[in-house]
C-alpha cells in the first residue's frame, strides 16, 4: 500500500515515515505544489495531510481534491484542536482528523481503519482467499489456520496482491505500491520475492495461490 504524507515539518514527516517503512510505501510531500503534482502524477492508497503548510491550506487542497473525484482516504493531521477546525476539515471531505502531538499507535490505527475501506470500498480486517487468511491490523498470514513467518516487504507484496484478488495486477501497479516509485521497474525484485512467496505459501502447503501471467504481472488464483 501507499501513502502520501503532506507534511512541512521535517522531523515529523520523516518520523512517520521511519514508523510506517516497514508496512507501507511512503511518499512525501512538504508543499501543496508539490503534493498537488504528486497526486496528479501518483496512485495512492491513502493520504496524511497537515493543514498548515508554507504555500496554503490543507483543507482547500482537500476541497479540490474531491471536486476533482479523488476518493482517495484522507486523514488529516494537524496542531489545531478547536472543534471548528475539525468541522472545517471533515466538511471538506477528510476522512478522518487527528491532532498533534499523537501516539504513533494511534495513527497507525487510524490508517488502518481507513486502509480498509479505501476508495469507499470496505474491506474488513481478514482477507481470506481459500485457506490463506491475512490479518490486515496484526500484518499477519496464516494458512489453514498455522502462522506462516514473512518478513515486512513479503507482507507488504501479499497483501496488495490478496486485496485485488481476481484481478490481474501489473509489474507497474506492484512497484507503486509496494516498493516505492521511483524503482526501476526492470528490477527482478518482484520477481525474487514472488518465489519466495511461492517457497513459503505454495509448496509446504500443496497448493496453487499465486498466478504468473507472462509479460505483464500476476494474478491471486480465487478458491
Given at each position: 500500500m501507499k501513502i502520501l504524507v503532506i507534511e512541512d515539518e521535517k522531523s515529523t514527516s520523516e518520523a512517520i515515515k521511519d514508523f510506517f517503512h516497514d508496512r507501507y510505501a511512503i511518499d512525501t510531500a512538504d508543499t501543496l505544489a508539490i503534493a498537488e503534482k504528486k497526486v496528479c502524477s501518483n496512485e495512492y492508497d491513502l493520504i496524511i495531510l497537515d493543514v498548515t503548510l508554507p504555500d496554503g491550506n490543507g483543507v482547500q487542497l482537500c476541497e479540490r481534491m474531491r471536486k476533482d473525484r479523488h476518493t482517495v482516504p484522507i486523514l488529516m493531521l494537524t496542531a489545531h484542536d478547536h472543534v471548528q477546525d475539525k468541522v472545517d476539515a471533515l466538511n471538506s471531505g477528510a476522512d478522518d482528523y487527528l491532532t498533534k502531538p499523537f501516539s504513533f499507535s494511534e495513527l497507525l490505527a487510524r490508517v488502518q481503519a481507513l486502509l480498509r475501506r479505501p476508495h469507499g470500498e470496505f474491506i474488513?480486517?481478514?482477507?481470506?482467499?481459500?485457506?490463506?487468511?491475512?490479518?490486515?491490523?496484526?500484518?499477519?498470514?496464516?494458512?489453514?489456520?498455522?502462522?506462516v513467518e514473512l518478513r515486512p516487504k513479503e507482507l507488504n507484496l501479499l497483501e496488495y496482491l490478496l486485496r485485488n484478488k481476481g484481478k490481474i495486477i501489473s509489474r507497474y501497479d506492484i512497484l507503486e505500491h509496494v516498493w516505492q516509485s521511483n524503482k526501476n521497474p526492470q528490477t527482478n525484485s518482484i520477481e525474487v520475492h514472488i518465489k519466495t512467496l511461492r517457497l513459503k505459501l505454495e509448496k509446504p502447503f500443496n497448493m496453487k495461490l499465486i498466478r504468473t501471467i507472462h509479460g505483464y504481472g500476476y494474478k491471486i488464483l480465487v478458491t
Open positions: 474488513p480486517q481478514y482477507i481470506d482467499v481459500g485457506r490463506v487468511r491475512f490479518d490486515t491490523s496484526e500484518h499477519t498470514v496464516t494458512v489453514d489456520g498455522q502462522p
